[in-house]
């Protein structure tokens, strides 16, 4: 299995950095080729530039949650989460509602519900 894995392209871990302007604020945000490939993506499906994508993005996690902590780690799961989604779709899935997942808390594993949007 690893193989596979250890056999990838250098250059898709390779970093990238691009300055957003979002909100008037120019702003760089550092990222793996592979993410910033996996946003172009997504945003071509949007019918939306990438820029545009992300700033949309910001947007609207900033009116849900009030606050965006960590963005890079959001957009990188949202990635995740966006080829996860396309998986189901090959499987012929619906993706699950809810996800069980282990959260290091430092010594025992525990187990938070998410709930995927």
């Known amino acids: 299995m690893c193989e596979f894995f250890v056999a990838a392209d250098p250059i ?17 945000i550092r ?5 910033w490939d996996t946003l172009a993506r997504l945003a071509a ?22 606050d965006v902590l960590n963005f890079t780690s959001f957009l990188r799961v949202t990635c995740l989460r966006y080829l996860r989604r396309k998986c189901d779709q090959l ?10 997942a282990p959260v290091s ?11 995927t949007h």
Request: glycine share 8%; charged share 30%.
């Open 45 to 66: 499906e949007e019918g939306v530039t990438t820029n545009t994508l992300i700033v949309q993005f910001h947007d609207e996690i900033l009116r849900h949650r009030g």
């Open 31 to 35: 990222m793996e080729n592979f993410i």
């Open 105 to 115: 808390t430092g010594s025992t594993p525990d187990t938070v519900s998410r709930t």
């Open 12 to 28: 898709l871990y390779e970093s990238r950095t691009r300055t957003v302007r979002i909100r008037g604020v120019s702003t760089s």
């Open 91 to 100: 499987e012929g899935e619906q993706p699950a509602e809810t996800l069980e």
